[in-house]
């Protein structure tokens, strides 16, 4: 019985973070870590401006990112106020086939999960909640890009809710994801196995993932290096799986 591994996308082999925060250094100026509220005019007006007026192309504001939005937000433009986090939103998501913009976190990466999972027989697929952006739907842009970045013939699924009841649903083994809340609901709510990608400078994370009963890695290549050893004899194939992991 082949191994069934999902993988996330943004956060976990997308660079989301970089690219809203390029959006962010357009709109406001200055790292998304340096913009806060302060004294004279909003903060969400770029610091360029001599006037303390937006620029004409800035989209309009809202109170602050929407629900699928919020899910997806990384930590860096969370820094930003939720009426800014709105703006880079929609600057983003007015980009034709925005989704196929950014940048892989580990180059070469996913060609190096394709060759493997064809050499070890794995079934693959990539869960997102990604919002939907201008242009193509949201499964097609990301078909492209993990294509363009290596994987070939990829199956995305677009969803929504808990993640343990999509592993759940598809009778996956492995769910591999960079946000911790995801992975709680991938131990709660299915039998597959949590992987929390918790790269340098979160050892916390780290921690808690362990105390918590999932694994933790500190990128996709570790996990490949992990995955990619001999399966040991095992009396089941979650257990082959946890000598997989464990390096046992």
């Known amino acids: 019985m082949s191994l069934r591994i999902a993988f996330d996308l943004d956060g976990t082999v997308a660079d989301?973070?970089?690219?809203?925060?390029?959006?962010s250094r357009s709109l406001f100026g200055g790292e998304p870590e340096a913009v806060a509220p302060a004294e004279g005019p909003?903060?969400?007006?770029?610091r360029d401006d001599p006037r303390g007026r937006p620029p004409a192309d800035t989209p309009a504001a809202k109170d602050g990112p929407d629900e699928e939005e919020d899910r997806v937000t990384p930590p860096r433009v969370r820094s930003l106020t939720p009426r800014q986090q709105s703006?880079?939103?929609?600057a983003a998501l007015r980009t034709p086939n925005f989704w196929e913009t950014l940048g892989e976190i580990e180059p070469g990466v996913l060609a190096r999960l394709w060759a493997l999972a064809g050499e070890?027989?794995?079934?693959?697929v990539f869960l997102t909640q990604r919002p939907a952006s201008e242009g193509d739907t949201t499964q097609r842009q990301s078909q492209r890009w993990l294509r363009a970045k290596g994987?070939?013939?990829?199956?995305?699924?677009v969803v929504s809710g808990?993640?343990?009841k999509v592993a759940s649903a598809l009778g996956l083994d492995v769910v591999v994801d960079d946000r911790p809340e995801n992975c709680l609901d991938v131990k709660v709510d299915s039998t597959a196995r949590a992987v929390l990608v918790a790269r340098?400078?979160?050892p916390a994370m780290a921690a808690n993932a362990a105390r918590l009963g999932i694994e933790a890695v500190s990128s996709i290549a570790e996990l490949l290096d992990?995955?990619?050893r001999r399966a040991a004899d095992g009396p089941s194939l979650l257990g082959r799986i946890k000598n997989l992991l464990t390096g046992a």
């Open 16 to 23: 989301l973070d970089s690219a809203l925060a390029e959006i």
């Open 42 to 46: 909003p903060a969400e007006v770029r």
């Open 87 to 90: 703006m880079v939103w929609q």
């Open 120 to 124: 070890r027989g794995w079934e693959v």
């Open 151 to 157: 994987f070939e013939l990829p199956s995305v699924f």
């Open 162 to 164: 808990s993640r343990g």
């Open 200 to 202: 340098a400078g979160s």
């Open 226 to 228: 992990r995955l990619g």
